[in-house]
């Protein structure tokens, strides 16, 4: 991505804020500039997240996880869960809150609507963005929380996340090579949003993060 942001996993229970006052957890800042082919950014990003996860400045594992932590079990790289969606944009859209998996609400907007097809069926999913005025919200990226037929299986049953670029244009790239589990899999002091039921996949999406299985 671009560059790195804070996307929504998380205010620890019981504390204002994450590290450095922002609310959310850190991503790779893989770029599709500092790689060769699609592959390689993949890979990459999978590289990043695996030294996050070590690093106890940004891992969210609890010290019993992390201190033999090797890797994040991830699918092998499958250009074919990487689509370029027409993004339908929705500027009328009224802020509403998202449920999580704690009591905190956090104050999301559609942002718009993503269409692509995956093996030549077509699919849509809601792209939020974070609402609120000032410092109160990250505007910079957006956010696609999902499930598919993998949750619950081979993947988190809660669904997976993932963090966009805003297009300037209504080209909008959808690598789901880069899903990644909401932070509450890792550790439940973290407050998670709730995947809304619209973004429901009928389809095994396997691509990014597995399930986590810490007794493996």
Do not use: W
């Not at 804070?6 to 959310?24: N, P, R």
């Not at 800042?29 to 990043?48: C, G, H, K, N």
Request: aromatic letters at 12%.
């Amino acid at each position: 991505m671009k560059k790195a942001v804070f996307v929504f996993l998380c205010i620890l229970l019981g504390a204002t804020a994450c590290k450095d006052g922002k609310k959310y957890h850190e991503t790779p800042a893989v770029t599709r500039e500092t790689a060769d082919s699609p592959e390689e950014e993949i890979l990459l990003f999978q590289q990043e997240m695996n030294q996050q996860f070590r690093d106890p400045e940004t891992s969210p594992l609890p010290d019993r996880y992390r201190a033999d932590f090797e890797t994040l079990d991830f699918y092998e790289p499958d250009t074919n869960f990487r689509v370029f969606a027409r993004l339908e944009r929705t500027p009328d859209a009224i802020p509403f809150s998202m449920p999580t998996t704690t009591d905190r609400l956090a104050l999301e907007v559609v942002y718009g609507i993503a269409y692509f097809e995956l093996d030549g069926e077509p699919y849509q999913l809601e792209v939020y963005q974070e609402a609120g005025t000032g410092d109160e919200a990250d505007t910079s990226y957006l956010f696609l929380p999902f499930t598919d037929l993998t949750n619950g299986e081979e993947t988190y049953s809660g669904g997976r996340y993932l963090d966009l670029d805003i297009p300037e244009g209504d080209s909008l790239l959808i690598d789901f090579n880069k899903a990644y589990n909401p932070y509450c899999v890792y550790n439940k002091k973290y407050s998670c949003p709730i995947v809304p039921k619209v973004n429901h996949l009928d389809k095994a999406i396997r691509a990014g993060i597995r399930d986590f299985k810490p007794e493996k």
